[in-house]
């Protein structure tokens, strides 16, 4: 709100005839009226002002002396704020001075544009005043000429011109200085403080009403200096000084009264309105406002309208009726709007509507509110709203859980009102900052909002601002609870107990629960502490009294010490004599991962003391630790490496932490002491560890290519570690996709025969008339198209391995001849009456049951039991426990590995999937499924739910990275979810953002907001 005021009404404005004799009388009428005038009596001046026009001659010589006494009659109204009736009489007037020429025409109209310029009718007020300018620049007429001049600086200022605004009040000020009016110049320095307030010139706004001020005084114009008091007022209230602003406008609003100025009532009535909102007096500011209102009615001000209805809505929203207040809020921008398309109103309702769906907890609304107040701020100049709006987004996307870019915007309002030196708001901001910065979690985060509530506690502000410091330190008290620091907490809370009665903000009650949680929680850390002692003394009691240790054992204690570090993934591996890694247990880690990394560990540890832990804050940046290692092999951030050396056999043991710790402060020094304690208890066993199938857990092996923690596979894979030497046939039997074909080619790699060949046959796959050729051999001639001797896949294989698969679907007659070669190791090409002995050992696999296709004659009962050396049988992947994961992760790595990408985390809901899934296709399966989701997931950091196939079994309940369910915020996952929409949205329009927001029914900025929000960009 602002009251921009024109000059005073120039002495000689228009022509002053004297006469003699009878026309002594009007004529004395009037000057007892201009005194009356000139001393705001302004009704008795009106009623001599009407006697002087009934008395008047109405012969042509009389007609300059009406005119001018019926211009005296309507400033009368107009000074009064009796807008409508100042209005008519001009209209008089204008009509009268038709007669008289163009220059008192022009000087009339120009009156009646101040008149439309403070109804708010700024195009109609700028028309008529730049009209009259053109005429009465070429007279004399300085005074009627600075009138035009400052109603046209008020009209461009209140539509947001300011640059233009200011350039005609400079030249109002040179020609009120070029008449010696002094009175009228004060007026345009009132005007050009309003600007410098505008543009948040606090300081240039003081200095130019202090001139005015002694302007004012020097003429005795008491009556003039009620627009300071107004001006004055809000400035004052704007930089948190309310007593000195209450009692600006209550000296102002008696003046006005006094003066029966109705355009100063209603001023100051919307200012009183607004102080006596901020001290909560609601019924007191109601008072205030519909007076106002009323007044504003009456006259048909426009602008004062809307400014009523704008804080008969901020009343509203104080009072927490919210619907009334925006219906309030919309009644002012309707009104405003019809004054011009940017002014400095719609500016600030957009700001209130904004943090009032902020309020509702409408963010997406509280964005498009600011987007469009920002725009307003921009084409108004209304610098001062800018701050608020900035807070107010920094609230929404936090409300978002776009934590990170609230707080860029919370900073830009911090600024904005550093830049402006609003103490009080930079107060508030710093307390939305520090709550944000909660909200976002980590220690990091946590330290820095104890910086910014230390630093809100240190501004000086007034202590008629009305803000108490209690709920910052309250704020304060809860960080550094959260931190750990009790002491701390406790003495901020005590501090706090001692000034609550100031505040009325903070309740007994509330004091009362902080002070238990803090007490609960020295209690707590006192047990914890208790805990940790007898952690040490469980661990001592896992420690076996050999000092040999299973893989149960080592793998709980691996997990215990990554709990206690707070470390996402962790493993423990060994180095032998020879140079060979083994990893003796894993967390959270694909074992590929865990083996590039220990290599790249032993590399950085080497020098350092055995046993003693060594950190790396930074490592996910480290050269050291980055150069030369695949992207998705990096460490995740902060490392902690404990490197074990036993100098007789030359084995080195490795235990690695590793953390994303960007929100938190990376490994404790409590806890590094205890990993160390579990390492300590653990070296002996882990550097002398003899493990209980060598060839099983030996990196050289061909085992090492069969990924598996399942206790069964493994008793699979030792029966295939102790029959690949022999020369006995295998049988392998399982369902489609278990590695029965891998497992034949490691039985032999493992075997003598390893350096010959390994021949496999899909007895499935070869038409049943070609199979007996390719599997024995054919002669020449021996059938059509036979036009060479052909060696059969058998022969092929002297001296190797023929691995028949799928041997279930060979026909019998087929089933037959294979008997006889396995019975005599003997061949007989198609065609020839010679036999060939073979030396080869078969290994056959099958997924059907060949015991029920023998009772249905499907199979030879013969070769059956002839294949039954040595039969394994696969488990199904179903029913391998945390196989399912761990290739899961193998899949994902090789995949990101062959497309260049960073590998992904699993979520908790796209892990539920893959567990509850029977996978029926198995490994294969697994594997075809896994590369789908890492081309699907693209750029995206996390695999999720949608990724996988609609037919991987049903939906689960969660899709969160690590959380239970319970913990797992609605909002983030309905963001979750926009984002994706927005994603193949945009992607199916071809990033045709218009096609898209019309699909998508949503307004163009929300989309273009929503797509900064979730960082979404084109081919990408």
């Not at 410098?196 to 003081?206: F, G, I, Q, S």
């Not at 081309?935 to 037919?951: G, K, T």
């Amino acid at each position: 709100m602002q009251d921009f005021r024109d000059g005073r009404e120039p002495s000689s404005s228009l022509p002053h005839n004297f006469h003699s004799g009878p026309a002594l009388s009007f004529e004395r009428l009037e000057e007892v009226g201009d005194l009356h005038f000139h001393a705001a009596a302004y009704t008795s001046a009106v009623d001599y002002y009407r006697t002087a026009l009934d008395a008047s001659p109405a012969d042509a010589d009389a007609q300059s002396t009406l005119l001018r006494i019926r211009c005296k009659l309507a400033d009368c109204f107009r000074v009064q704020g009796q807008l409508r009736r100042a209005l008519e009489e001009f209209e008089t007037a204008s009509t009268e001075a038709a007669g008289l020429g163009t220059i008192e025409t022009a000087a009339t109209d120009v009156r009646i544009a101040r008149v439309l310029q403070a109804q708010g009718r700024y195009s109609d007020a700028i028309d008529l005043a730049t009209r009259s300018f053109t005429v009465l620049s070429l007279t004399d007429r300085h005074g009627d000429v600075a009138i035009a001049q400052m109603v046209l600086g008020i009209a461009h200022a209140c539509r947001g011109q300011l640059v233009k605004a200011e350039e005609f009040f400079q030249d109002a000020l040179s020609t009120y200085r070029r008449i010696g009016d002094e009175v009228s110049q004060a007026h345009v320095l009132n005007n050009l403080a309003l600007l410098a307030k505008r543009n948040c010139r606090w300081t240039r706004a003081l200095q130019l009403y202090e001139r005015a001020e002694k302007l004012f005084h020097r003429h005795g114009a008491n009556v003039e200096i009620c627009a300071l008091y107004l001006n004055k007022a809000v400035l004052l209230r704007k930089t948190g000084h309310r007593v000195e602003s209450m009692a600006s406008a209550l000296q102002g609003l008696r003046l006005a009264r006094t003066r029966g100025d109705q355009g100063g009532i209603l001023r100051f009535d919307l200012i009183l309105g607004q102080l006596k909102i901020d001290e909560s007096a609601f019924a007191e500011a109601q008072d205030y406002l519909l007076e106002a209102r009323v007044l504003a009615e009456s006259e048909d001000s426009r602008r004062d309208l809307a400014l009523a209805d704008e804080f008969l809505g901020d009343l509203m929203f104080a009072k927490g009726e919210l619907d009334d207040a925006m219906s309030n809020y919309d009644r002012a921008a309707e009104r405003a709007l019809e004054l011009s398309p940017t002014n400095d109103i719609l500016a600030e309702v957009s700001r209130r509507r904004a943090e009032l769906h902020l309020r509702r907890e409408e963010p997406e609304l509280a964005l498009e509110e600011v987007h469009r107040g920002v725009e307003l701020v921009d084409a108004s100049g209304e610098e001062f709203e800018r701050g608020f709006l900035e807070r107010t987004r920094g609230g929404a996307l936090t409300l978002l859980d776009h934590v990170e870019e609230g707080l860029i915007s919370y900073r830009e309002s911090l600024d904005t009102f550093r830049r402006l030196h609003l103490d009080l708001e930079v107060f508030r901001t710093l307390l939305c900052l520090s709550e944000a910065l909660v909200r976002r979690g980590g220690e990091k985060n946590l330290v820095v909002a104890r910086a910014r509530l230390n630093e809100a506690l240190a501004l000086e502000l007034p202590p008629e601002s009305g803000v108490r410091p209690g709920r910052a330190q309250f704020a304060l008290a809860r960080v550094e609870l959260s931190l750990g620091n009790f002491d701390e907490a406790l003495i901020t809370l005590c501090d706090l107990e001692r000034s609550a009665g100031d505040d009325d903000a903070l309740h007994d009650a509330e004091l009362s629960l902080l002070r238990e949680e803090i007490e609960h929680a020295v209690s707590a850390d006192a047990r914890g502490g208790v805990e940790s002692f007898h952690f040490v003394r469980d661990l001592s009691d896992r420690v076996a009294p050999n000092g040999r240790h299973d893989e149960a054992t080592i793998s709980s204690t691996l997990v215990t010490a990554a709990e206690q570090l707070g470390a996402q993934r962790a493993f423990v591996a060994l180095r032998d004599e020879r140079g060979r890694v083994r990893i003796l247990a894993n967390h959270e880690m694909a074992l590929v991962h865990a083996r590039a990394l220990a290599l790249r560990a032993w590399e950085q540890l080497s020098g350092q003391e055995p046993g003693h832990a060594r950190v790396w804050s930074q490592a996910a940046s480290d050269p050291a630790w980055i150069g030369g290692v695949a992207e998705n092999r990096r460490p995740l951030d902060s490392v902690v490496g404990i490197r074990l050396f036993d100098a007789a056999s030359g084995r080195e043991g490795l235990f690695y932490f590793d953390a994303a710790v960007k929100d938190r402060i990376p490994f404790s020094p409590d806890s590094i002491a205890m990993a160390s304690a579990c390492v300590a208890m653990l070296g002996e066993s882990i550097l002398h560890r003899v493990p209980s199938d060598s060839l099983l857990d030996d990196e050289a092996s061909p085992f090492s290519r069969f990924l598996t923690q399942s206790d069964r596979v493994r008793e699979v894979l030792s029966l295939c570690a102790k029959v690949a030497p022999s020369p006995y046939t295998v049988l392998f039997t399982g369902e489609t996709g278990t590695g029965k074909g891998l497992l034949a080619r490691i039985i032999h790699d493992l075997s003598p025969r390893c350096d010959r060949s390994f021949v496999t046959v899909n007895c499935a796959a070869i038409p049943e008339t070609l199979l007996e050729s390719e599997l024995f051999g054919h002669v020449r001639g021996a059938f059509t198209g036979a036009d060479r001797d052909k060696d059969g896949l058998i022969v092929s294989a002297e001296g190797g391995t023929l691995f028949l698969d799928e041997i279930g679907k060979m026909p019998l007659p087929m089933q037959a001849k294979l008997l006889q070669f396995l019975d005599s190791r003997e061949v007989r090409p198609v065609g020839s009456s010679q036999m060939r002995s073979v030396d080869v050992r078969v290994i056959c696999a099958s997924k059907r049951n060949l015991e029920t296709m023998i009772t249905t004659g499907e199979f030879l009962e013969d070769l059956y039991y002839r294949l039954l050396d040595f039969p394994v049988s696969i488990p199904p992947l179903r029913d391998r426990g945390d196989d399912i994961v761990l290739l899961a992760r193998e899949f994902v790595a090789r995949s990101c590995e062959d497309l260049g990408r960073p590998e992904p985390v699993l979520t908790r809901g796209f892990v539920s999937r893959l567990r509850a899934y029977d996978w029926p296709g198995n490994v294969r399966q697994m594997e075809k499924v896994m590369r789908r989701a890492v081309v699907l997931a693209a750029s995206e950091e996390r695999l999720r739910e949608m990724h996988l196939p609609a037919d991987l079994g049903p939906a689960a309940v969660d899709d969160s990275d690590g959380d239970p369910p319970e913990f797992r915020p609605l909002k983030e996952q309905v963001a979750e979810l926009e984002r994706s929409v927005l994603r193949r949205s945009l992607e199916s329009t071809g990033w045709n953002r218009s096609e898209t927001a019309r699909r998508l029914k949503i307004s163009y900025p929300t989309l273009l907001q929503k797509i900064r929000s979730y960082g979404l960009k084109e081919n990408c």
